[in-house]
């Protein structure tokens, strides 16, 4: 690995290309991250020299692969600084890892005229679980709203949430607006009123240090793929005290004690909740991507994305036919950033800022609700992360410049 953080090329060769004959300035990390050479080539090394299932079998492969695989749900550990390794559940992805949680603590502790509160701001994953479980268990949800400059509106927070909440669910940053949410003081008043508290920490952990016992929340569910690790791999958090009253998600092998003909008994936390084989490959490799953050420092990684923040927000609100949404404070400001141009959709924005070798997306980014609440259909996102450079921003405001005269002759 490159021991500059402005120097990592060499690590990320997908990026050392052109698109529609310009160079790639890939503005799409929200919605995955770029995974460097070593991750790729752990995934290549596994398969070729360790390739076996885990926990059951006595054989030299097997036992290989079962020691990187536990090795990997300490290195997690390790990262957010959970308590136990056996908190660290792996998951399909941090969709999967709120819909466990939805599933079997939801299930178990949600009742008739109890309330959930999430924010207006949730990425449908956080929010269509627990809308399901309210509508099923007649309970009531809630929704915490906007502050005029796009952040959480604590006031309405400390309405909102009762001695009759049972969940709060709630991102740690937005995928949208680029906002980070005050996690651990939601974490103090969900506990005051007997709550407990869910993060979505898919636009956090990659971006910034997380300490799940300093933010005290309850369960905290996370993405492999956008923390340069494959798809198909995720991360539960819960506390150990929760995770072993709550019922099994799925059923099948990995996931038992003893079964006889009546009943079953079943494994300790966290293979309860790994039923079946594992995405092995998938773990082991996670474990190399947060070796690889670990090695830049998770403090400089928040840094340098920072510091592209500072560069082209502004450069973006200064441009009178771009609307930019979420803070407009550079400080409170992920790398994620929303904005649309005058009279221009943003998908065609975003197919013409393609055109010009910037990928963005384009849509409602799953968070419908937050768009009507924005009064929009859909916004183009530039997200970015800490390989992205300021030569990639300036490619971006050059990008939008020509968009405007392309689409509108200049008389945006």
Known sequence: MASNINDLSNDF?????????????????????????????????????DNANVHRGVHTLAERATTQYEEARKKVQHFINAADNREIIFTKGCTDGLNLVASTYGEQNIHDGDEIVISIMEHHSNLIPWQQLAIKKHAKLKYIELSPEGTLDMADAEQKITDKTKIVAVAHASNVLGTINPLKELARLAHQHGAIIVGDGAQSVPHMPVDVQDLDVDFYAFSGHKMMGPTGIGVLYGKADLLREMPPYQYGGEMISAVYRDRTEFADIPFKFEAGTQNIAGAIALGTAVDYLERIGMNQVAAKEQELVN???PRLEALPYVTVYGPQDPQAHTGVIAFNMDKLHPHDVATALDAEGVAVRAGHHCAQPLMAALGVDATTRASFYFYNTQEDADQLINAIKATKEFFNGGTI
């Open 13 to 49: 060769p997908i990026l050392d290309q052109q698109v529609n004959g310009e160079r790639l300035a890939y503005l799409d990390n929200a919605a995955t991250a770029q995974k460097p050479r070593q991750v790729v080539d752990s995934l290549v090394h596994f398969y070729e020299h």
């Open 311 to 313: 560069y082209v927000l």
